[in-house]
């Protein structure tokens, strides 16, 4: 599968919406805080205008994944379509986010999610700190942090 990274366009804020919302429905620890058109008009209202959106597309220009990140270098979402998962896709999306962003990033995933938490460790981040669940979600989570040549925050 050919697959573009570039900036997001307003349009690209539904597919986004839709991936997320479609992980949150196959994923069964995590549970649905808000209802699927509430995430879909948080995308197009909020992430848009206040975050650093990439999106991968592929050849027919759906979008297969996504990567969303704060002006400080925190990634609020990244995320790849079912589809298209195990492909190096997520890697590339990180890898541009750490480009974008060479001081260092950060994120939060879920102590649930080892799959995560196995990615982002191979990738060079570093566990930071752990909440009991202080997240709308109310689960345990994990800050992840990212420094240039391997340096701990």
């Known amino acids: 599968m050919v697959i573009e990274i570039k900036g997001a366009v307003e349009e690209d804020m539904i597919a986004c919406g839709n991936i997320l919302n479609?992980?949150?429905?196959?994923?069964?620890?995590?549970?649905?805080?808000?209802?699927?058109?509430?995430?879909?008009?948080?995308?197009?209202?909020?992430?848009?205008?206040?975050?650093?959106?990439?999106?991968?597309?592929?050849?027919?220009?759906?979008?297969?994944?996504?990567?969303?990140t704060s002006s400080d270098g925190f990634v609020t979402g990244l995320y790849v379509a079912k589809n298209a998962r195990k492909d190096g896709l997520g890697s590339r999306l990180l890898d541009r986010v750490k480009q974008k962003f060479s001081d260092g990033v950060s994120l939060w995933t879920?102590?649930?999610?080892?799959?995560?938490q196995k990615f982002y460790s191979m990738r060079g981040f570093?566990?930071?700190?752990?909440?009991?669940?202080?997240?709308?979600?109310?689960?345990?989570?994990?800050?992840?942090?990212?420094?240039?040549?391997?340096?701990?925050?």
């Not at 592929?58 to 996504?66: A, C, E, L, N, T």
């Not at 879920?110 to 995560?116: M, P």
């Not at 752990?130 to 925050?153: A, C, M, V, Y």
Request: proline share 6%; aromatic share 12%; hydrophobic share 35%.
């Open 22 to 68: 479609d992980w949150i429905d196959e994923t069964p620890w995590m549970p649905r805080v808000h209802p699927h058109e509430d995430v879909l008009r948080h995308y197009l209202d909020f992430v848009y205008s206040n975050r650093c959106v990439l999106v991968a597309k592929d050849s027919d220009g759906f979008v297969q994944g996504f990567s969303a």
């Open 110 to 116: 879920f102590v649930a999610n080892s799959d995560a």
């Open 126 to 153: 570093h566990e930071v700190r752990r909440t009991d669940g202080d997240n709308e979600e109310n689960l345990p989570d994990i800050l992840f942090s990212w420094k240039p040549s391997g340096e701990h925050q």
